[in-house]
């Protein structure tokens, strides 16, 4: 079991999550952040960290964002560690909620 970054973290990056994490199992890239599906200790002290309500258990996530098991995994192995708190992206606000942000998802 782990958890897992969805869509809505995509453009926000508000890294509130990795504050509490406590076996620093998140991994970022330029506009999104993902977890360590091999690291996570299922806590799920992130979950209501996040002010996107983008984290999830792998097996209460919500229709649609079942592809975010796989991106999390292979991502995670090419991004680098992060472990604290930084600024959020300039338009978090104005992106925080829409859809189709899987589009926008750099690697
Ligand atoms: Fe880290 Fe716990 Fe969140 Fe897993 S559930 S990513 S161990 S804070
Ligand atoms: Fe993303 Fe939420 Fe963390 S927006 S960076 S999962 S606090």
Partial sequence: MTFVV????IQCK???CVEVCPVDCFYEGPNFLVIHPD??????LCEPECPAEAIFSEDELPK????FI???AELAEEWPNIAE????LPDAEAWDGKSGKIDKLER
């Avoid at 690291?39 to 799920?44: F, G, Q, S, V, W």
């Avoid at 708190?85 to 959020?88: A, F, I, R, S, V």
């Fill in 70 to 72: 796989e991106i999390n």
């Fill in 39 to 44: 690291e996570c200790i299922d806590c799920a």
């Fill in 85 to 88: 708190k930084k600024d959020p």
């Fill in 64 to 67: 649609g964002q079942e592809q």
């Fill in 6 to 9: 969805t869509e809505n973290c």
């Fill in 14 to 16: 508000y890294t509130d």
